[in-house]
């Protein structure tokens, strides 16, 4: 793989490591649902800035559009909904390893969409899942529902990086995440007014709006432009490693316990990348 996708790839990682924290703030003081419209709201408002003064176009072809709407409705809007309760119920360090094991679904959809597949990708690929159920572990003290809902946004986001991979072969990746994130925002808005409440505390609104800042943003951005130039497996294994930003710092910051069994997780991670990287 090539340094400059595998430098998007990692740094996209980092950003959404972060990002999950701040979603997991969020969801302290403010329903999920909410949390989610409000991230898309963020990210479609600082993407389309982002156009205005690069002079992109905000145009895509009706095919192109017919896709992103498939992929908004089953990313941004169930997954990620999916994720931040899953968050909202379990602990950062369990969820987000979890919900990145979504490589091994994108290489199987990337297979039937005839994308070339090595075998170091497909070894590499478990390894890292392996290592990623290490992370996860909490001694046999797992709630089943984050678990669930974790595993079920883990498909959709393997099943739409590779519609992505296939999708930026003639878009732009600044213009399909804006239109993924505006999608996004038009069917989660109306839903979130009639069902939630603003909370009593404004200032609770401030984590939910950065994170829309770096993951439908910053993190979005890094990882389509990865996926855009750089192979699909490669790519997506890289640009699921947020976990171990996510645990570390979701020790520092959240105080959340990290067993021992996480740390070893995160070599077995590392030594799975390393296969796709080889």
């Known amino acids: 793989m090539e340094v400059l996708p595998a430098a998007l790839a990692l ?14 703030y969020s969801t302290r003081n403010v329903k999920p649902l909410l ?21 992109r176009q905000f145009t895509v072809t009706t095919s192109s559009f017919k896709l992103i709407l498939f992929i908004s409705v089953t990313g941004p809007v169930l997954s990620w909904l999916f994720f931040i309760m899953a968050l909202e119920k379990g602990g950062v360090s369990i969820v987000h390893p979890i919900v990145n094991s ?25 390894t890292a899942i392996v290592g990623f159920k290490l992370l996860f572990s909490n001694d046999g003290k797992i709630s089943a529902k984050p678990v669930i809902l ?46 939630t409440r603003l909370p ?23 990882w389509l432009s990865a996926l855009q130039t750089g192979e699909l497996a490669s790519t997506a294994i890289l640009g699921s490693l947020g976990p171990i930003f996510s645990s570390i710092l979701s020790k520092t910051m959240l105080k959340e316990h990290v067993p021992l069994k996480r740390y070893i997780g995160i070599i077995v991670v590392i030594t799975g990348v390393s296969l796709t990287l080889a």
């Open 11 to 24: 740094s996209s990682s980092a950003t959404s490591g972060v990002a999950s924290i701040f979603l997991k």
């Open 35 to 55: 949390v989610n419209s409000l991230k898309a709201l963020s990210g479609t408002l600082g993407l389309a800035l982002i156009i205005l003064l690069s002079n």
């Open 102 to 126: 979504y490589p091994l679904t994108a290489i199987i959809a990337g297979l039937l969409l005839g994308y070339p597949i090595s075998i170091l990708d497909l070894i590499g690929a478990i």
């Open 150 to 195: 974790a595993a079920t946004t883990s498909i959709l986001w393997g099943i739409n990086t590779s519609l992505f991979k296939l999708l930026l072969e003639t878009e732009d990746p600044i213009t399909v995440a804006f239109w993924r994130a505006l999608l996004a925002s038009i069917i989660l808005l109306p839903i979130a007014t009639m069902k």
């Open 200 to 222: 009593k505390k404004l200032r609770y609104l401030i984590h939910p709006l950065l994170a829309g800042q770096l993951s439908d943003v910053l993190t979005v951005v890094l």
